[in-house]
């Protein structure tokens, strides 16, 4: 059973750049989550996608959007970067609403 | 007000203690809860989940109180591999999970 895998695992950017993470659902699993830990903190929701579709979101900015492909992969793209967009981008794959299981995350950097 | 709040420690224990931590939760229509074990910058890993009647999990037991939104958890025989972050979880709905900020555990030989 493969788990999930995110890429890449550390990315430095500058302020006002764009950036695209991915992520790889563990085998069966049909929903993907992403969330946001700052240092320091737990994890923040920033949006769930089921079937290709953004199922709900949490307090977020339009500039976080995603996508989820027909083989339950997904991206998280961020849009004009603040310095505060950096943390550990974590995502979360499920079979529905249940056992989610954890990538190791995507270390993000903006300086 | 934070939907799920928690006592950040640290609690530093020797080995073979008992430590015992909890947090409160907002969302009284929350039906899922869960412990969580984070260690120094990995990913977080499902220690238990918490049931109304209270289980255990060979030295974990978690303790749910609906009526005062409150969960906890206690580690016998603390072991120095228990060393790590231990995040609260409340699922609110059928989309997301709510973490606390975590309580840090160490453990001393």
């Known amino acids: 059973e493969t788990g999930v895998t995110q890429s890449p695992t550390h990315l430095i950017k500058t302020r006002g750049q764009q950036v695209t993470l991915r992520c790889s659902s563990q085998s069966g699993h049909n929903t993907v989550s992403w969330y946001q830990q700052a240092l320091g903190q737990g994890p923040q929701f920033i949006f769930q996608y089921y079937r290709e579709e953004e199922n709900g979101r949490g307090n977020f900015p339009p500039r976080f959007s995603g996508l989820q492909f027909p083989n339950y992969s997904s991206e998280l793209n961020v849009n004009a970067l603040e310095l505060d967009d950096s943390a550990l981008y974590l995502c979360?794959?499920?079979?529905?609403?249940?056992?989610?299981?954890f990538g190791s995350g995507t270390r993000l950097t903006v300086v | 007000r934070k939907e799920v709040e928690q006592d950040p420690g640290p609690f530093n224990v020797p080995e073979g203690a008992t430590v015992a931590f909890n947090c409160t939760y907002s969302n009284s229509a929350s039906q899922s809860f869960f412990w969580y074990r984070q260690d120094c910058r990995k990913e977080p890993k499902l220690l238990m989940s918490v049931y109304s009647s209270g289980n255990e999990d060979g030295r974990f037991t978690a303790q749910l109180n609906r009526a005062s939104q409150y969960i906890s958890l206690l580690i016998r025989d603390s072991k120095l591999s228990d060393s790590a972050t231990y995040l609260c979880?409340?699922?609110?709905?059928?989309?997301?999970?709510?973490f606390g900020a975590g309580t840090t555990v160490t453990v001393r030989a």
């Open positions: 979360a794959s499920s079979q529905g609403a249940a056992g989610y299981t």
């Open positions: 979880v409340v699922r609110p709905n059928d989309y997301k999970l709510s």
